[in-house]
């Protein structure tokens, strides 16, 4: 193989492909990127063996082939190279880049023993705008739960139906649901895409324009620019989330989010060894009382102008899961609607019915 | 024939391959086994005869692209397991399988895990594995390999279809060796002698040079035994454990570039440290197989002297060195030879609760010269 590409072009693709390195020690051709040029193409492929990338970018192709090199050593060699063209040119077992006066050797793997790409070949594709994807991956990849012991919930439920997008996270302490609508998309798809993966393309994915999801019976592909990514589904079916948020409330505060974010970190600050963060609502008054108490050290108690309606009541949340739910929510103002006290809050946007952030409470001792 | 041809790879199984063809045929496969036998009775092999099978489209035929990836080892669904700690599996390894296992498979219908030596789980890495081998998914198969069922942990073995396997009896062991080695059956057998009867075994000693010459030299030992001192019988088992090392040279060899090229390609950043346990287990295991090799030559050709002195001269296995039996099979009683043969025993047992190897076989050499000289 010989290839003459652009430093830029280069490292942007070897930084796409990196995300999909491995560090697993059984398999160390998986810490490899596969190189493959011809016609005047250059493809860079890595996997892990849960998510697999793909990416090309145009080069001049002198002579046709392929290899595996050590990914993290190539990403970090052209990272330092100076603007210029770079020539990758694989001998026996070896490759040379150079790159104006500098040039490098290093070992390659036999490219045959690399893992295949998957062949995945989904029903249909739907071609989402960038900016509203990952603005909702942003949203809602916080509920995602790190616990192995219930796998379906490290996911995040993504379904496109009749024009709008829906995706859905929670690790059984909160739920997070943001619906957006989106305009002249086609098509529809329902999966339960890995948590980190879906991360993964919301960044990678950031300077394209739209992109495109597609989901076969085990792989759910991604699209975007030169790039497509691969990752292998949950097993599972996703918890029936839509039965879980109330549709009624009893107390209902609306608040300005700033406001509310600066206070509840405040107050946080005495929430240690995970104490609860009280929220007493005083209907009368217009008054929120956030508090909050941590044995031997100290408490801490704001008091907030609310809009409210409905009954009194105090409530206690986990102070991180709140300080997620207000930071990731929509708009300038929120709306807290509680039941009771031993009943899950909803936050969502005072108006709409898109971003919804199911709390559970902490019992009041 | 060629539609299922992968279980051939098993011919002295057949009562096992047949049970799993049918599962497969009938689509009643479990989702776990434990299979039980032997080592060098086939388990392996089996489990992954199994993997094709579940993955071909024709039921295992052993030469489409799916079926060379599984034999071949690098079909992405079939996850082949060892113990990574030092003697166990670890609670860490367990749970990246529980994480794949969640998963949905890359290519096949399945996912297939095949778990080598089941009797290594300690209680933590058994106990997160339990309720992902009670019930996984519905698409996944795990296979346990294990040497006994009473080693393997209880919580583990009760949740599997157990499978047992069956010694390879030593004719058709033999005939394979011939078939697979193109020795002759005289070798075959005693290489079969020497290595406990275990195929795979049997055919790395007939394959190393280093280990022929161990096994010559033991059976030099024997036949001088009678006429050595205290001094000779010490020398005797201090050269026949380096001719058991010797060997040892050429994995470490291997190892070191193995280790080198995994350097080269991962970084310095990456720690070597799981390989090198790796490595180190690898020699620990070779010494002793080294070391059962030697006690499994002097088994066989006191039983060999045994049956010539009973005129039972068809049985012998060490026909190369009939002369030197002949004479000692004159004189000896059975009783004598029994004697001997628990000396054997006794040393390898001692060997398992880790007395020095040097010091099993210098005791049992002198047991052995003690019977030899008074074989009443």
Redesign the interface.
């Known amino acids: 193989m010989k290839v003459s590409i652009a430093r830029t072009e280069l490292l942007d693709a070897l930084s796409i492909a990196s995300k999909g390195l491995s560090?697993r020690?059984?398999l160390?051709i998986l810490?490899?990127i596969l190189f493959s040029a011809q016609n005047d193409e250059l493809r860079l492929n890595s996997t892990d063996?849960?998510i697999s990338i793909k990416t090309s970018s145009k080069a001049r192709v002198e002579e046709a082939g392929n290899a595996v090199i050590?990914g993290?050593?190539i990403t970090d060699i052209v990272r330092n190279l100076p603007e210029s063209a770079v020539t990758i040119e694989t001998t026996q077992n070896g490759a040379t880049i150079s790159c104006a006066q500098s040039s490098f050797v290093v070992?390659t793997?036999s490219a045959d023993?690399f893992?295949k790409f998957?062949?995945v070949t989904p029903g249909e594709m739907v071609s989402l705008p960038t900016g509203v994807f990952s603005e909702v991956v942003h949203q809602v990849s916080r509920a995602v739960s790190r616990d192995?012991?219930r796998?379906?919930l490290t996911g995040v439920l993504v379904v496109v139906d009749e024009g709008t997008l829906r995706m859905a996270a929670t690790d059984s302490y909160r739920l997070c649901v943001r619906e957006v609508p989106v305009d002249g998309v086609l098509g529809s798809l329902e999966a339960v895409v890995?948590g980190r993966a879906i991360e993964d393309v919301a960044r990678l994915g950031a300077s394209a324009e739209a992109i495109k999801i597609g989901v076969s019976?085990?792989?759910v592909v991604f699209a975007f620019n030169q790039t497509t990514f691969v990752s292998?589904?949950?097993?599972?079916t996703f918890p029936n989330h839509k039965q879980l948020i109330p549709k009624e409330f009893v107390t209902r505060l609306t608040i300005g989010r700033q406001d509310l974010l600066e206070a509840v970190k405040r107050v946080s600050l005495m929430a240690q060894h995970s104490a609860p963060l009280r929220m007493k609502v005083s209907t009368t008054d217009r008054i929120l009382t956030i508090s909050a108490q941590t044995q031997d050290v100290g408490e801490a108690t704001e008091d907030l102008e609310i809009d409210t309606q409905g009954e009194d009541v105090e409530i206690a949340f986990n102070h991180a899961y709140l300080t997620d739910g207000i930071s990731v929510a929509d708009g300038d103002k929120v709306a807290i609607e509680i039941v009771s006290p031993l009943k899950p809050g909803v936050m969502k946007h005072p108006e709409g019915q898109d971003f919804i952030y199911l709390l559970m409470p902490v019992r009041l001792g | 024939m060629a539609a299922t041809c992968v279980w051939d790879e098993i011919p002295a199984q057949t009562r096992v391959a047949g049970y799993l063809r049918r599962a497969v045929a009938g689509d009643t496969v479990s989702h776990a086994y434990l299979f039980v036998g032997p080592s060098g009775s086939g388990k392996k092999t089996a489990a992954v005869a199994l993997a094709c099978a579940v993955f071909c489209d024709d039921g295992g035929c052993g030469a489409c692209p799916t079926c060379y990836r599984v034999l071949g080892g690098?079909h992405?669904d079939v996850h082949i397991v060892r113990p990574e700690g030092a003697a166990t599996y670890i609670v860490d390894q367990v749970?990246e399988i529980?994480?794949?296992?969640?998963?949905?498979?890359?290519?096949a219908s399945h996912k297939i895990y095949i778990i080598d030596e089941a009797d290594r789980f300690n209680p933590e890495s058994a106990n997160a594995f339990l309720?992902t081998l009670e019930e996984p998914?519905d698409?996944v198969i795990i296979v346990l390999l294990t040497r006994s069922y009473e080693t393997v942990l209880p919580t583990i073995a009760s949740r599997c279809q157990v499978v047992r396997f069956r010694p390879v009896p030593p004719s058709v062991a033999a005939a394979l060796l011939v078939e697979r080695l193109g020795v002759d059956t005289a070798q075959a057998r005693a290489a079969l002698a020497a290595s406990g009867g275990v195929v795979p075994r049997a055919e790395e000693l007939l394959r190393s040079p280093g280990r022929l010459a161990a096994r010559d030299l033991c059976l030099e030992t024997l036949k001088r035994l009678p006429l050595m001192d205290g001094y000779d019988v010490l020398d005797a088992a201090r050269l026949l454990l380096g001719a058991v090392k010797g060997p040892l040279d050429e994995v470490k060899s291997v190892q070191g570039d193995e280790l080198e090229?995994?350097r080269?390609?991962?970084?310095k950043t990456?720690?070597?440290k799981?390989?090198e346990e790796r490595h180190k287990r690898e020699l620990t295991a070779r010494e002793r197989e080294g070391v059962g090799e030697i006690l499994g030559v002097t088994q066989s050709w006191l039983r060999d002297c045994l049956a010539v002195s009973q005129g039972a001269g068809e049985y012998v296995a060490n026909t190369d060195v009939a002369d030197a039996m002949d004479e000692v099979a004159g004189i000896i009683t059975p009783a004598a030879a029994l004697r001997a043969l628990e000396a054997v025993d006794t040393a390898r047992k001692r060997i398992s609760y880790n007395v020095s190897p040097q010091l099993a076989i210098e005791v049992m050499l002198f047991d052995i010269r003690e019977v030899l000289r008074c074989p009443r």
Request: glycine share 6%; aromatic share 2%.
């Open positions: 560090s020690t059984t160390p810490s490899g063996l849960e050590p993290k050593l070992r793997l023993d893992p998957p062949d192995e012991t796998p379906i890995p019976e085990n792989q292998r589904r949950i097993e599972g | 690098h992405p749970r529980i994480h794949d296992v969640n998963l949905k498979p890359v290519q309720k998914p698409d090229e995994y080269a390609i991962l970084g990456v720690s070597t799981p390989l």
